[in-house]
C-alpha cells in the first residue's frame, strides 16, 4: 500500500496554488497533528521535547499571522495527561493564542453546536466575550487522547478540558452508544464548523479516532453522515480524521478513495510520518495532506523523515499548502545492518570476538551521530539565514538496528549505550538486535503490534517480544489459559486493555458488572421454575447463556471483518436499505450564509435553543455528544421529536437510496449478520468501542433529502 502510495506520489501533478491570491478572501490556517505532548515526559533528555514543537508550532501561528490553528488529533500522547502536561499546554495556548488580535473568520454555524451541556458558553471560544481570542485552535481527538469513561458528563477526554477552560474547541466528538440498541442503529454524524472569510466559507468536518473496525463498518456500510450545507459545493470542505491509512491488517485502515467528493480536502492524522505535501487520490477529486506527527514516539523509518507543519491558505475553491519544517525535533537518524554480510565485506570485522564486534558497532553509531549533528547544523543554518535565531544543537536521537543471525555472543546493549552518554538522546536503546527467521525474514519489514504474534514464540528474543507484542495479546493468552467460569475472555481482555491503554480504572469493574447482570438476566430468562432446577442444571443453564454472550460477544467484535461471501449479500440489502448514507446534504440555513448581514441568523437560532436557559433542552439537543448519560438516553427519542419540529427546515437527513462508489471502494463483503443478537455484547465494550451519532432523525424530511441524495449520487460515481 505505501509503495502503491509512493509511486502515485512520484506521478503526481504540482501541487495546487492559488492563482490571485486576495488577503481578505484568503484563510490562513496552521495545520499540524500528533504533538503527542507528554510523550517520554520523564526522559531527562527528551521529556520536553514534545512541549517544546507545540511551542514552536504556536510561534509559527502567530509568525504567519494565521486565522486559524487547525489539529487532527493526538494532542496529547497520554488519555490522561498529567498535570504538567495541561499546565503546560494550556499556558502556551493561553500565551500564544488569546490576545487583541482580530478575528477575521466569521463563524456561520451554531456557536452553540457540541457545547458543554447544561452551561450558557458557546462552544466556539471566540464566540464567547468573556474571551478575548485572537487564533482560534480547532481540534479533533486521536486515538491517544480519545473520551473514556462514563461519568454524569458522559465520556470527557482531555480536550474537553481545554474547551470548557476556552482554549480550545473540540470538534468531532463522537458519542458512545448509552443505550443497547444504539450502536447498531445509529452511524457517525458529522457536523461541521462553518467558516467565512471575505468570500471563502470554509466547511470544517471533523471525525474523531474511531476503532478502525468501527469505523470500516460505518464507512462500508454507508453510515458516516456528513451534514453539509445546501450549497455544498460554494464551499472549501476539510475533513479531519485520525485513523489508519496504512493498512495494518484487514480493514483495519481507512482507504483512501473513502470519502465524498464534496470534501476538498482531508486532513489525515495518527500517521506519523509526513506526507504534508497534498497527493491526489486516484479518481477522486480531493487530496489528501498527511502533516505527520510532531515528535518522534517510535524509532521506525517514518519518524525520522523531517518533521512539518503547513501553512495552509484557502481561497474561494482554491488552496495552497507551504510546508514549514520544524526546528526544535530532535534529529534522528537510523540504520540496519546484518552482521553476516557485514563480515563478508570487511576483514576487520571478526564475528568470533565480541570485542572486535563492539568496536565495529561503535564506529557505525558514531558515523550515526555525526550524520545527526550535520543535519542539524545545516537546518539551522538555514533557518539563520532565513532570517531566523540559532538554536544550540540538542542531543540526536539514533537508532542502529542489528541483525545478528548467526553471531552467538553480543554485547549487552544497554551497556554499549553508556559509551554515548552525553552524546546522544537515547543511549539505552541506541542498538536493537533481532535474528531473522523463517517467517519474517520475506516480509522483511516488521509490522509492531501483530495481533497474532504469540509470547511462546521460541522464534524471537526477549527483547523481540516486547517490542512487538501486544498487552492485550498477553492477557487474552493468560485468560484463554485460565478459563473463567462467568465471564468471556474477550471482553476482560478488552476491559483490560482499556485498563491498561486507557488508564481507565473502572474498565474491568464495569465490564464484570455489565456482563455479570446481563448474564444473570440470560438465566432469567431460560423460563425454567427455579424451585425445580438443581445445581446441575443452573451449572448448565449458566454455561449456555456464557457461551452465548461471548459468541454475541465476538460476532460484535467481528463486526467489520468480512466473512462468508454467500452471507453478505442478503445482509449488505438489508444495510443499504436501512441506513445507506454517508452524505446527506443538510441544508444548515445555507441560504442565509450569501447575506453580507449573517447575524440575522445567529439571534434567530439563539433563541430558538435559548441560549438564556442552559438547562432547558436547547443545549442537550446542540450537544448529544457531551453529557449524554444512560438516563438521559431514554430522553433521546422525545428530544428527536423536538429536534424534528425545530430543524426540520434548517437540517435534514435520510436514508439513501443506492450505494456509493465509497461501498465499492470497500466491496468485500459487508456483512451486518448479528444485528439482533448483539445487544449485550455492544452494552459489555461500550467503554472501547462503540459509538452512536447525534441521534437526529429527520423523517419527515426523509424524502426531500432522498432526492438530493441521488443527486449526490451521481456527482459521486463520475
Ligand atoms: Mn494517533
Same mark, same amino acid.
Given at each position: 500500500?505505501?509503495?502503491?502510495?509512493?509511486?502515485?506520489?512520484?506521478?503526481?501533478?504540482?501541487?495546487?496554488?492559488?492563482?490571485?491570491?486576495?488577503?481578505? %478572501?484568503?484563510?490562513?490556517?496552521?495545520?499540524?497533528?500528533?504533538?503527542?505532548?507528554?510523550?517520554?515526559?520523564?526522559?531527562?533528555?527528551?521529556?520536553?521535547?514534545?512541549?517544546?514543537? *507545540?511551542?514552536?508550532?504556536?510561534?509559527?501561528?502567530?509568525?504567519?499571522?494565521?486565522?486559524?490553528?487547525?489539529?487532527?488529533?493526538?494532542?496529547?500522547?497520554?488519555?490522561?495527561?498529567?498535570?504538567?502536561?495541561?499546565?503546560?499546554?494550556?499556558?502556551?495556548?493561553?500565551?500564544?493564542?488569546?490576545?487583541?488580535?482580530?478575528?477575521?473568520?466569521?463563524?456561520?454555524? %451554531?456557536?452553540? %453546536?457540541?457545547?458543554?451541556?447544561?452551561?450558557?458558553?458557546?462552544?466556539?471560544?471566540?464566540?464567547?466575550?468573556?474571551?478575548?481570542?485572537?487564533?482560534?485552535?480547532?481540534?479533533?481527538?486521536?486515538?491517544?487522547?480519545?473520551?473514556?469513561?462514563?461519568?454524569?458528563?458522559?465520556?470527557?477526554?482531555?480536550?474537553?478540558?481545554?474547551?470548557? +477552560?476556552? #482554549?480550545?474547541?473540540?470538534?468531532?466528538?463522537?458519542?458512545?452508544?448509552?443505550?443497547?440498541?444504539?450502536?447498531?442503529?445509529?452511524?457517525?454524524?458529522?457536523?461541521?464548523?462553518?467558516?467565512?472569510?471575505?468570500?471563502?466559507?470554509?466547511?470544517?468536518?471533523?471525525?474523531?479516532?474511531?476503532?478502525?473496525?468501527? #469505523?470500516?463498518?460505518?464507512? !462500508?456500510?454507508? /453510515?458516516?453522515?456528513?451534514?453539509?450545507?445546501?450549497?455544498?459545493?460554494?464551499?472549501?470542505?476539510?475533513?479531519?480524521?485520525?485513523?489508519?491509512?496504512?493498512?495494518?491488517?484487514?480493514?483495519?485502515?481507512?482507504?483512501?478513495?473513502?470519502?465524498? %467528493?464534496?470534501?476538498?480536502?482531508?486532513?489525515?492524522?495518527?500517521?506519523?510520518?509526513?506526507?504534508?505535501?497534498?497527493?491526489?487520490?486516484?479518481?477522486? =477529486?480531493?487530496?489528501?495532506?498527511?502533516?505527520?506527527? +510532531?515528535?518522534?514516539?517510535?524509532?521506525?523509518?517514518?519518524?525520522?523523515?523531517?518533521?512539518?507543519?503547513?501553512?495552509?491558505?484557502?481561497?474561494?475553491?482554491?488552496?495552497?499548502?507551504?510546508?514549514?519544517?520544524?526546528?526544535?525535533?530532535?534529529?534522528?537518524?537510523?540504520?540496519? #545492518?546484518?552482521?553476516?554480510?557485514?563480515?563478508? &565485506?570487511?576483514?576487520?570485522?571478526? &564475528?568470533?570476538?565480541?570485542?572486535?564486534?563492539?568496536?565495529?558497532?561503535?564506529?557505525?553509531?558514531?558515523?550515526?551521530?555525526?550524520?545527526?549533528?550535520?543535519?542539524?547544523?545545516? !537546518?539551522?543554518?538555514?533557518?539563520? =539565514?532565513?532570517?531566523?535565531?540559532?538554536?544550540?544543537?540538542?542531543?540526536?536521537?539514533?537508532?542502529?538496528?542489528?541483525?545478528?543471525?548467526?553471531?552467538?555472543?553480543?554485547?549487552?546493549?544497554?551497556?554499549?549505550?553508556?559509551?554515548?552518554?552525553?552524546?546522544?538522546?537515547?543511549?539505552?536503546?541506541?542498538?536493537?538486535?533481532?535474528?531473522?527467521?523463517?517467517?519474517?525474514? =520475506?516480509?522483511?519489514?516488521?509490522?509492531?503490534?501483530? $495481533?497474532?504474534?504469540?509470547?511462546?514464540?521460541?522464534?524471537?528474543?526477549?527483547?523481540?517480544?516486547?517490542?512487538?507484542?501486544?498487552?492485550?495479546?498477553?492477557?487474552?493468552?493468560?485468560?484463554?489459559?485460565?478459563?473463567?467460569? &462467568?465471564?468471556?475472555?474477550?471482553?476482560?481482555?478488552?476491559?483490560?486493555?482499556?485498563?491498561?491503554?486507557?488508564?481507565?480504572?473502572?474498565?474491568?469493574?464495569?465490564?464484570?458488572?455489565?456482563?455479570?447482570?446481563?448474564?444473570?438476566?440470560?438465566?432469567?430468562?431460560?423460563?425454567?421454575?427455579?424451585?425445580? #432446577?438443581?445445581?446441575?442444571?443452573?451449572?448448565?443453564?449458566?454455561?449456555?447463556?456464557?457461551?452465548?454472550?461471548?459468541?454475541?460477544?465476538?460476532?460484535?467484535?467481528?463486526?467489520?471483518?468480512?466473512?462468508?461471501?454467500?452471507?453478505?449479500?442478503?445482509?449488505?440489502?438489508?444495510?443499504?436499505?436501512?441506513?445507506?448514507?454517508?452524505?446527506?446534504?443538510?441544508?444548515?440555513?445555507?441560504?442565509?450564509?450569501?447575506?453580507?448581514?449573517?447575524?440575522?441568523?445567529?439571534?434567530?437560532?439563539?433563541?430558538?435553543?435559548?441560549?438564556?436557559? $442552559?438547562?432547558?433542552?436547547? $443545549?442537550? =439537543?446542540?450537544?448529544?455528544?457531551?453529557?449524554?448519560?444512560?438516563?438521559?438516553?431514554?430522553?433521546?427519542?422525545?428530544?428527536?421529536?423536538?429536534?424534528?419540529?425545530?430543524?426540520?427546515?434548517?437540517?435534514?437527513?435520510?436514508?439513501?437510496?443506492?450505494?456509493?462508489?465509497?461501498?465499492?471502494?470497500? /466491496?468485500?463483503?459487508?456483512?451486518? +449478520?448479528?444485528?439482533?443478537?448483539?445487544?449485550?455484547?455492544?452494552?459489555?465494550?461500550?467503554?472501547?468501542?462503540? *459509538?452512536?451519532?447525534?441521534? /437526529?432523525?429527520?423523517?419527515?424530511?426523509?424524502?426531500?433529502?432522498?432526492?438530493?441524495?441521488?443527486?449526490?449520487?451521481?456527482?459521486?460515481?463520475?
Amino acid at each position: 500500500m505505501s509503495d502503491y502510495a509512493q509511486s502515485e506520489h512520484e506521478v503526481a501533478p504540482p501541487p495546487p496554488t492559488i492563482r490571485n491570491a486576495f488577503a481578505d %478572501d484568503t484563510i490562513r490556517i496552521m495545520l499540524a497533528t500528533d504533538n503527542h505532548i507528554g510523550y517520554l515526559e520523564r526522559d531527562p533528555i527528551r521529556g520536553q521535547d514534545s512541549i517544546n514543537t *507545540f511551542r514552536e508550532i504556536l510561534q509559527l501561528a502567530v509568525k504567519h499571522d494565521v486565522d486559524l490553528i487547525l489539529l487532527a488529533g493526538d494532542l496529547f500522547h497520554e488519555n490522561r495527561p498529567s498535570r504538567d502536561c495541561l499546565y503546560q499546554v494550556m499556558a502556551l495556548l493561553r500565551e500564544y493564542t488569546l490576545g487583541d488580535r482580530p478575528i477575521q473568520i466569521e463563524l456561520l454555524s %451554531d456557536a452553540n %453546536d457540541g457545547k458543554a451541556s447544561g452551561y450558557s458558553f458557546p462552544a466556539v471560544n471566540y464566540e464567547d466575550p468573556n474571551f478575548n481570542v485572537a487564533i482560534p485552535v480547532f481540534s479533533i481527538h486521536g486515538n491517544h487522547d480519545d473520551p473514556q469513561g462514563a461519568g454524569p458528563e458522559g465520556a470527557l477526554c482531555a480536550l474537553d478540558m481545554l474547551s470548557v +477552560s476556552g #482554549m480550545i474547541n473540540y470538534m468531532g466528538k463522537i458519542d458512545l452508544p448509552m443505550g443497547e440498541g444504539d450502536a447498531q442503529n445509529s452511524g457517525i454524524a458529522i457536523r461541521p464548523v462553518l467558516l467565512r472569510k471575505g468570500n471563502t466559507r470554509l466547511g470544517l468536518y471533523g471525525v474523531g479516532n474511531v476503532k478502525d473496525q468501527r #469505523m470500516h463498518f460505518e464507512l !462500508r456500510s454507508n /453510515r458516516v453522515r456528513m451534514f453539509m450545507p445546501r450549497d455544498k459545493d460554494e464551499w472549501f470542505n476539510v475533513l479531519l480524521l485520525h485513523q489508519n491509512r496504512v493498512p495494518h491488517g484487514p480493514q483495519q485502515s481507512v482507504p483512501e478513495g473513502m470519502f465524498d %467528493d464534496s470534501i476538498d480536502l482531508v486532513v489525515w492524522g495518527h500517521e506519523h510520518d509526513c506526507r504534508i505535501v497534498p497527493e491526489p487520490v486516484a479518481g477522486k =477529486k480531493y487530496y489528501i495532506t498527511q502533516p505527520g506527527s +510532531s515528535v518522534a514516539t517510535s524509532l521506525a523509518e517514518g519518524e525520522s523523515v523531517e518533521k512539518h507543519v503547513a501553512l495552509l491558505k484557502i481561497q474561494g475553491k482554491e488552496f495552497e499548502l507551504t510546508p514549514l519544517p520544524l526546528r526544535t525535533v530532535r534529529p534522528f537518524v537510523l540504520d540496519e #545492518m546484518h552482521l553476516m554480510e557485514e563480515a563478508e &565485506l570487511n576483514e576487520s570485522l571478526n &564475528l568470533e570476538d565480541r570485542h572486535s564486534i563492539t568496536k565495529y558497532l561503535k564506529n557505525r553509531v558514531e558515523a550515526l551521530i555525526a550524520k545527526a549533528n550535520s543535519e542539524w547544523d545545516a !537546518r539551522n543554518a538555514k533557518a539563520v =539565514k532565513e532570517g531566523d535565531d540559532e538554536l544550540s544543537r540538542m542531543l540526536p536521537i539514533v537508532r542502529l538496528k542489528v541483525d545478528t543471525t548467526g553471531v552467538s555472543e553480543m554485547q549487552n546493549p544497554v551497556r554499549f549505550g553508556q559509551e554515548f552518554q552525553g552524546r546522544l538522546a537515547n543511549p539505552r536503546d541506541v542498538l536493537i538486535f533481532h535474528r531473522a527467521r523463517a517467517a519474517t525474514r =520475506k516480509g522483511a519489514k516488521i509490522v509492531a503490534d501483530k $495481533p497474532e504474534l504469540s509470547i511462546d514464540d521460541p522464534g524471537m528474543t526477549t527483547a523481540e517480544k516486547l517490542s512487538r507484542v501486544r498487552v492485550q495479546t498477553l492477557v487474552r493468552e493468560y485468560l484463554a489459559a485460565q478459563e473463567l467460569q &462467568l465471564l468471556g475472555e474477550t471482553g476482560m481482555s478488552d476491559a483490560i486493555e482499556t485498563f491498561v491503554d486507557k488508564d481507565d480504572v473502572h474498565a474491568i469493574q464495569n465490564h464484570v458488572n455489565v456482563a455479570l447482570k446481563s448474564l444473570m438476566k440470560g438465566v432469567q430468562a431460560n423460563g425454567k421454575n427455579p424451585e425445580e #432446577m438443581d445445581e446441575d442444571d443452573l451449572d448448565d443453564i449458566v454455561g449456555q447463556v456464557r457461551e452465548k454472550h461471548i459468541k454475541e460477544y465476538d460476532d460484535k467484535r467481528q463486526e467489520g471483518r468480512s466473512k462468508s461471501k454467500g452471507k453478505s449479500k442478503s445482509t449488505n440489502e438489508e444495510s443499504d436499505a436501512s441506513m445507506d448514507s454517508m452524505m446527506l446534504d443538510v441544508d444548515a440555513a445555507a441560504s442565509d450564509f450569501d447575506e453580507p448581514d449573517s447575524d440575522e441568523q445567529r439571534p434567530k437560532k439563539k433563541s430558538a435553543t435559548s441560549a438564556r436557559a $442552559p438547562a432547558k433542552k436547547a $443545549p442537550a =439537543k446542540k450537544a448529544p455528544a457531551k453529557g449524554r448519560s444512560k438516563k438521559k438516553a431514554a430522553d433521546s427519542e422525545e428530544e428527536e421529536e423536538q429536534d424534528d419540529d425545530d430543524e426540520k427546515e434548517e437540517e435534514e437527513e435520510a436514508p439513501k437510496p443506492k450505494r456509493t462508489n465509497r461501498a465499492a471502494v470497500l /466491496r468485500c463483503a459487508c456483512q451486518t +449478520s448479528k444485528k439482533a443478537p448483539a445487544k449485550r455484547s455492544t452494552t459489555s465494550k461500550q467503554s472501547t468501542l462503540s *459509538f452512536t451519532p447525534s441521534g /437526529r432523525t429527520a423523517r419527515a424530511a426523509a424524502s426531500r433529502a432522498t432526492k438530493k441524495m441521488a443527486k449526490a449520487v451521481e456527482l459521486d460515481s463520475d
